[in-house]
């Protein structure tokens, strides 16, 4: 995508290309080739692939990143159970090991496919692309994307999800997304799970929590929750209607969305070109 | 730990392009990275070595270019340095500012040394 559509080109390398300097010769006589392609060009092809895999289902794809133990699957097993009803989903989870979380979700009577990575510290675009095949995308309205407990790897590779959640347990202390910036700054929804811990935990500052993410420059909403007594589901659920809504009406009208960080990234580049 | 998965996907990417150009070696990879692209240079270096073996890059140098961290404030207009967790406006101090550089992840440009027969006389 990127290499075609010129995003990359700004004022500060445009003449490499424009003025014949995309092959200059050096002294010792090779030549050098300017590329300015993203490294992950090839998975970003895949996701983008991925996308209109999602988009011509009319599905809603969201990905959720964490750390391991963050209450992913838990989060994902009461949502499966409060609106089983209203919407038909799917889930893919990643591990590195183990079926055990796809039969957690199977036991809620959704289909799930797990993708166990080996020694992979993280999901990328093929892996999903493999998984898609094995599920009938036709019979879901919303497919959740469990990506490998992780809080830095997950970050740097676009599944072609429409959404990233980032969860951050109380256990985990509020300044974790000082300390890991990059999967914060992907969020499009913050989630601060097992909240009904915090009658035990005298050091997290809710807060605080959120002013760190403020810090990453991200707008989106941070909502305390728990999967165990209920508390913040209305808001997150309210939140996933919207976007149900928001995904049929940009099907509607042909367009689709890149997660958060991606978009804002393009459109960066898109303006560096003015 | 997902750099040497980043490596493999760029020296995929240094083939194509050296098979287009019809060389023979590449001498010199490029690339620009930012704070926030989450890749870390030191670790992809290491992970280069090992990935680069048996490739057309085998030989190569790789140079990381770092990215300072900018970001532009979406209510004062002001443009800032930041640091990775502090990316709020160094101005007004409101937080909903925008990332001007600082997570580029970019192959920059590959140095090779072209097939010895003469340039140009290809049927491209």
Same mark, same amino acid.
């Given at each position: 995508?990127?290499?075609?559509?010129?995003?990359?080109?700004?004022?500060?390398?445009?003449?490499?290309? /424009?003025?014949?300097?995309?092959?200059?010769?050096?002294?010792?006589?090779?030549?050098?080739?300017?590329?300015?392609?993203?490294? $992950?060009? =090839?998975?970003?092809?895949?996701?983008?692939?991925?996308?209109?895999?999602?988009?011509?289902?009319q599905l809603l794809?969201?990905?959720?990143?964490?750390?391991?133990?963050?209450?992913?699957?838990? !989060?994902?097993?009461?949502?499966?159970?409060?609106?089983?009803?209203?919407?038909?989903?799917? *889930?893919? /989870?990643?591990?590195?090991?183990?079926?055990?979380?796809?039969?957690?979700?199977?036991? #809620? +009577?959704?289909?799930?496919?797990?993708?166990?990575? +080996?020694?992979?510290?993280?999901?990328?675009?093929?892996?999903?692309?493999?998984?898609?095949?094995?599920?009938?995308?036709?019979? $879901?309205?919303? $497919?959740?994307?469990?990506?490998?407990?992780?809080?830095?790897?997950?970050?740097?590779?676009?599944?072609?999800?429409h !959404?990233?959640?980032?969860?951050?347990? *109380?256990?985990?202390?509020?300044?974790?997304? =000082?300390?890991?910036?990059?999967?914060?700054?992907?969020?499009?929804?913050?989630?601060?799970?097992?909240?009904? $811990?915090?009658?035990?935990?005298?050091?997290?500052?809710?807060?605080?929590?959120?002013?760190? *993410?403020?810090?990453?420059?991200?707008?989106?909403?941070?909502? !305390?929750?728990?999967? #165990?007594?209920?508390?913040?589901?209305?808001?997150?659920?309210?939140?996933?209607?919207?976007q149900v809504q928001k995904q049929a009406e940009r099907r509607?009208?042909?367009?689709?969305t890149?997660?958060?960080?991606?978009?804002?990234?393009?459109?960066?580049?898109?303006?560096?070109?003015? | 730990?997902?750099?040497?998965?980043?490596?493999?996907?760029?020296?995929?990417?240094? @083939?194509?392009?050296?098979? %287009?150009?019809?060389?023979?070696?590449?001498? %010199?990879?490029?690339?620009?990275?930012?704070?926030?692209?989450?890749?870390?240079?030191?670790?992809?270096?290491?992970?280069?070595?090992?990935?680069?073996?048996?490739?057309?890059?085998?030989?190569?140098?790789?140079?990381?270019?770092?990215?300072?961290? %900018?970001?532009?404030?979406?209510? &004062?207009?002001? @443009? &800032?340095?930041?640091?990775?967790?502090?990316?709020? &406006?160094?101005?007004?101090?409101?937080?909903?500012?925008?990332?001007?550089?600082?997570?580029?992840?970019?192959?920059?440009?590959?140095?090779?040394?072209?097939?010895?027969?003469? @340039?140009?006389?290809?049927?491209?």
């Amino acid at each position: 995508m990127c290499d075609t559509c010129g995003c990359n080109i700004t004022d500060g390398n445009r003449h490499l290309i /424009e003025e014949g300097g995309k092959h200059a010769h050096t002294d010792d006589g090779s030549v050098a080739v300017e590329v300015l392609q993203n490294l $992950l060009n =090839a998975n970003d092809h895949q996701a983008a692939h991925n996308r209109e895999h999602f988009d011509r289902h009319q599905l809603l794809t969201i990905n959720l990143m964490s750390s391991p133990g963050s209450g992913k699957t838990r !989060l994902l097993e009461t949502t499966i159970d409060t609106i089983k009803k209203r919407y038909r989903m799917g *889930v893919i /989870e990643g591990d590195l090991e183990t079926e055990n979380d796809a039969q957690r979700i199977r036991q #809620k +009577g959704v289909e799930a496919v797990q993708i166990t990575t +080996g020694t992979a510290c993280h999901l990328d675009a093929h892996m999903i692309h493999h998984a898609l095949h094995q599920m009938n995308l036709d019979e $879901l309205d919303i $497919l959740f994307i469990e990506n490998v407990g992780n809080l830095v790897c997950p970050a740097s590779f676009d599944l072609g999800q429409h !959404l990233n959640i980032t969860l951050l347990s *109380v256990t985990e202390g509020d300044d974790k997304p =000082a300390k890991y910036p990059v999967i914060f700054r992907a969020a499009d929804h913050v989630l601060i799970t097992k909240s009904d $811990l915090l009658v035990m935990l005298d050091d997290f500052n809710t807060e605080k929590a959120e002013q760190a *993410v403020r810090h990453l420059a991200v707008e989106a909403p941070v909502t !305390l929750i728990s999967a #165990k007594n209920g508390e913040g589901f209305e808001t997150w659920l309210t939140w996933l209607d919207e976007q149900v809504q928001k995904q049929a009406e940009r099907r509607a009208k042909g367009e689709t969305t890149n997660p958060k960080l991606q978009t804002e990234g393009i459109h960066m580049h898109a303006q560096d070109t003015r | 730990m997902h750099e040497l998965s980043i490596c493999q996907a760029m020296l995929t990417q240094v @083939e194509e392009i050296a098979q %287009r150009e019809h060389a023979s070696q590449v001498t %010199r990879i490029l690339i620009r990275i930012g704070p926030l692209s989450g890749v870390v240079p030191e670790l992809l270096q290491q992970a280069f070595t090992i990935a680069r073996a048996g490739s057309v890059a085998a030989s190569a140098e790789l140079e990381t270019e770092l990215q300072s961290i %900018r970001v532009r404030c979406q209510q &004062c207009g002001a @443009e &800032c340095d930041a640091e990775t967790n502090r990316l709020i &406006c160094c101005e007004c101090g409101d937080f909903r500012t925008q990332l001007i550089s600082g997570d580029e992840l970019l192959l920059a440009s590959v140095e090779l040394t072209r097939e010895p027969e003469e @340039e140009g006389t290809g049927d491209d």
